[in-house]
C-alpha cells in the first residue's frame, strides 16, 4: 500500500520560513515525479511546485517563484521550503506522487490530473 504523509505545517508570521516535508512509503516505482499542492476552504485545489528526478527539473506556481523551493534529499522525502511567506500561502497543503510520471513530462506538471496518490495534508497558516 502506497502512503504519502505529509509533516512541519504550523503557525508562522509573515515574512517568515517554515519547511514542509512528504514522506513516501510502499511505492514500487521511484517517486520520480512529486508534487506540492494546496487548498483554502471554497476554493480550487492549486498546484504549488513539482520536481521530476529524472532530470532535476522543477515547476513552480508564479506566486511562490523565488519563495519557495521543491527538493528531493532523500528517496522517500519530498520537502517544500518556504520563505518570506505571506497570509496568502495560508492553506492546506497536499503532497501528491504521479506513479506514471506524465504530469512530469508533460507540459501542465502543476495541473491536478494524473496525481494518483495524495497525502492527508498539513496545515500552513501564515498571521499578518
Not at 513552480?60 to 519530498?78: C, L, N, P
Not at 518556504?82 to 506513479?99: H, K
Amino acid at each position: 500500500q502506497v502512503n504519502l504523509v505529509e509533516s512541519g505545517g504550523g503557525s508562522v508570521q509573515a515574512g517568515g520560513s517554515l519547511t514542509i516535508s512528504c514522506a513516501v512509503s510502499g511505492s514500487p516505482w521511484g517517486n520520480d515525479c512529486m508534487g506540492w499542492f494546496r487548498q483554502t476552504p471554497g476554493k480550487e485545489r492549486e498546484g504549488v511546485a513539482v520536481i521530476y528526478t529524472g532530470d532535476g527539473s522543477t515547476w513552480y506556481a508564479d506566486s511562490v517563484k523565488g519563495r519557495f523551493t521543491i527538493s528531493r534529499e532523500k528517496q522517500d522525502t519530498v520537502y517544500l521550503h518556504m520563505n518570506n511567506l505571506t497570509p496568502e500561502d495560508t492553506a492546506m497543503y497536499y503532497c501528491a506522487a504521479d506513479s506514471s510520471s506524465a504530469n512530469c513530462l508533460s507540459t501542465r506538471p502543476l495541473a491536478l490530473s494524473g496525481y494518483d496518490y495524495w497525502g492527508q495534508g498539513t496545515q500552513v497558516t501564515v498571521s499578518s
